[in-house]
Antibody, heavy 125, light 110 residues
Framework: EVQLVESGGGLVKPGGSLRLSCATSGFIFTSYNMNWVRQAPGKGLEWVSSISSSSAYIYYADSVKGRFTISRDNAKNSLYLQMDSLGAEDTAVYFC??????????????????WGQGTLVTVSS | QTVVTQEPSFSVSPGGTVTLTCGLRSGSVSTNYYPSWYQQTPGQPPRTLVYSTDSRSSGVPDRFSGSILGNKAALTITGAQADDECDYYCVLYMGGGIWVFGGGTKLTVL
């Protein structure tokens, strides 16, 4: 059974930093592109960032480019999101999301097949 | 900036049929965008319903079907049930590693 377990959320002051982690199991982590998707309270889903299986290809939404850094540790089957220069607009539940199609986006079945439960990030003074 | 459009809300009667759509503010949605649909109940992560326009995810009842209608992707729910009342999101793959979600549709069954 695929499991994605996020951690690291919490309350942070504007301008601060936070690092999210996603521990995975139940699939061959080294074979799949992984993503972060967020959802502000009462709002819709927003794709944040994507990283290919080998970390060779990394993509960001314009709203976080230059402030967030996605990374992965294939030895630990873990995904990370380093968030810097946080603002109130970054307050959201952050979901760790597995890509169905394989190593890079656009390959194989093009969709998100497994989601974690999410971790809440609150940016407030 | 790419904007993916969805109806903010929709109502359907129990047992009825409803079609939710997913469009582009500028342009047409085609299979090349690999539209996929997700269902989300309050406090839960999204669940995949349909991918690559019209492929149902494992375990999803055949009451849910996807298609292209005109210049939009569509999710049709037939025989609506009370527990279909929740939020539905589409997402389009724009290429180059970029995904864009629609704003979501809140479906009411009454």
């Amino acid at each position: 059974e695929v499991q994605l377990v996020e951690s690291g959320g919490g309350l942070v002051k504007p301008g601060g930093s936070l690092r999210l982690s996603c521990a995975t199991s139940g699939f061959i982590f080294t074979s799949y592109n992984m993503n972060w998707v967020r959802q502000a309270p009462g709002k819709g889903l927003e794709w944040v960032s994507s990283i290919s299986s080998s970390s060779a290809y990394i993509y960001y939404a314009d709203s976080v480019k230059g402030r967030f850094t996605i990374s992965r540790d294939n030895a630990k089957n873990s995904l990370y999101l380093q968030m810097d220069s946080l603002g109130a607009e970054d307050t959201a539940v952050y979901f760790c999301v597995k890509y169905a199609g394989g190593a890079v986006p656009g390959s194989g079945d093009v969709y998100f097949d497994h989601w974690g439960q999410g971790t809440l990030v609150t940016v407030s003074s | 900036q790419t904007v993916v459009t969805q109806e903010p809300s929709f109502s359907v009667s129990p047992g009825g049929t409803v079609t939710l759509t997913c469009g582009l503010r500028s342009g047409s949605v085609s299979t090349n965008y690999y539209p996929s649909w997700y269902q989300q109940t309050p406090g839960q992560p999204p669940r995949t319903l349909v991918y690559s326009t019209d492929s149902r995810s494992s375990g999803v009842p055949d009451r849910f079907s996807g298609s292209i209608l005109g210049n939009k992707a569509a999710l049709t729910i037939t025989g609506a049930q009370a527990d279909d009342e929740c939020d539905y999101y589409c997402v389009l793959y724009m290429g180059g590693g970029i995904w864009v979600f629609g704003g979501g549709t809140k479906l009411t069954v009454l």
